[in-house]
């Protein structure tokens, strides 16, 4: 961490206080001064009681809660080895194996040696759950899904009867609805709380009120609660300057973002930025795109991307290559929102609907970690400008894009060019994908369904296709779009049109009229939304025969 303040406790003096082979390692580590949320907790009463821990983002929470834990491991007389005494909760694949490296390196000079093992999805469960049952997985790293495939195997389930402590990371995340059926089903296969008695913490940068109903399933009443964010505080951290630009379509995003980058990387030939897409396709997209500008041309930087329509091979090939990178830019869906520390990443953009409030103070602490500065902007279309009218604790600043020599950059050439040489099916499933992630907004925005899909089809054009793309009507009926006016529908019993692809030829669609029943329009009638009057048309791409752009 980057100037320590002097008053800052050292971990020189908790000598005595916490197992001398992690202070030796934590000097190794050169983590000389405790952080405010490392001070804290490790200034419990004991380091096996139970705490909900709030600290904000890249402040070192990670070895707040690693420390007394494997503390208590190292104190504990005839701890059995060959069993899980500490499990850690993540809630994505990269995370987990992000904590357990930093518990190896903790652990680097522990006699006898105390192994981390990780149970994630995507990677090779028979040779991961072998090595499990084999060895001392004193320490389990676990995401919820591949945790509970573990515990259907009874000589798995078998090695957590003498759990001591259960770590919630990304605790609200953890324990909110879309994680809780799998937490609940483990804690149903684990040793009960109440019997075994095992030490409950829970960490975020973000806890909101609702997670107090269901924090009694991991902490004991009576907990210690610690923030080291006062009241009225901002849950960001203060050296992230927070701007928004706003934009008059969604047509201006792509060069926004271009030249934004591009002016970036003349002020800082090491740029080094995350851009956050709402969707894993848009993310793809855009990193095809900025492959085919040449990052953000002038200048060419690395293009990187990150989400769950990748492979976990490369999930973790870039995550490895991101990490040692000295600039680039990772085009990335909310599988990084949390948690992971990217080393000296100065800038992070968001661009398109943003779903909540404690998802944007994550995202932005993509930044600024470890006491580093950074800055954090969004490029919002009137649709997305709520959220900042809505969320006056951050201090968004709103600002027209200037840069003395944004003019000599022609972006809107630059990102037309590119976007021909995307394939036509990258674009096409980030429409979908746009569609759908919208439509699942639409209440929280405000929004009404011809609006949705008047903001897809927008977001068609915007790509330079000619008419949004042919949808399977199966696909409209999932998206609750049945009967909204300005679809494209696939027609025939194979789903596909006349000639039908896979790429959603153009032909082969309908618009959809508003009573689904009236007879289909001939092929060639078939049209997207019309630019306004004057304005030109878009050129339809030609199709690219490449594959995924350069990175
Ligand atoms: N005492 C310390 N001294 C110096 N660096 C530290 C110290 N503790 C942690 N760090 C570094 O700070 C960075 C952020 O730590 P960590 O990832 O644990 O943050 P976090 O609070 O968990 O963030 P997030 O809320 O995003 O998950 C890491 O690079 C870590 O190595």
Known sequence: MENPQPERVTYASMAGRIHPQLLKALEQMQYTHMTPVQEKTLHLPSFTDDCLVQAKTGTGKTIAFLLPALH?????????????????????????????????????????????????????????????????????????????????????????????????????????????????????????????GWQGMCFSATIPPEINKVLHFVLYPGHHRISTIDENETPTVDAIPQSVIPVKSIDDVLPTLHSLLACERLDNPSLKAVIFSSTARQAGLLYNIFGFTGGAAPGKLPVFQMHSRMGQASRNRTVEEFKAATQGL???????????????????????????????????????????????????TPEDMPFVRKNPQFPIKTVEFTHPKAATIPSAEIIQKALEKVPLQTKEQAYVAFLGFTKALKKIHGLDAPLVVKLANRFSESLGLEEPPALEPSTVGKMGLKGVPGLTIKRGASGRGAGGNGGG????????????????????????????????????PKRETRGQGSA
């Open 330 to 380: 990772l085009f990335a869906s909310d599988v990084v929102g949390r948690g992971m520390d990217f080393p000296d990443i100065g800038l992070v953009v968001q661009i398109g609907l943003t779903t909540d409030k404690d998802q944007y103070v994550h995202r932005v602490g993509r930044t600024g970690r470890a006491g580093k500065t950074g800055r954090a902007v969004m490029i919002m």
């Open 505 to 540: 030829n153009r032909g082969s669609g309908r618009k959809q009229p508003l009573d689904d029943s009236t007879p289909s329009t001939s092929a060639s009638g078939s049209r997207g939304p019309r630019p306004p009057a004057g304005e030109p048309r878009h050129k339809r």
């Open 72 to 196: 208590t491991l190292l104190n504990t007389k005839n701890l059995k080895l060959s069993q899980v005494s500490l499990l850690v909760l993540a809630p994505t694949r990269e995370l987990a194996q992000q904590i357990a490296d930093e518990c190896d390196k903790l652990t680097s000079l522990c006699k006898p040696a105390l192994e981390c093992h990780i149970a994630v999805g995507g990677s090779k469960r028979a040779f991961h759950l072998n090595k499990f049952l084999k060895g001392s997985p004193s320490i389990l790293v676990a995401t919820p899904g591949r945790l509970i495939d573990y515990l259907s195997e009874p000589a798995a389930k078998d090695k957590f009867s003498d759990l001591r402590c259960l770590v919630l990371d990304e605790a609200d995340r953890m324990l909110d609805q879309g994680f809780m059926p799998d937490l609940l089903r483990i804690l149903k296969q684990i040793p009960s709380k109440s019997s075994a």
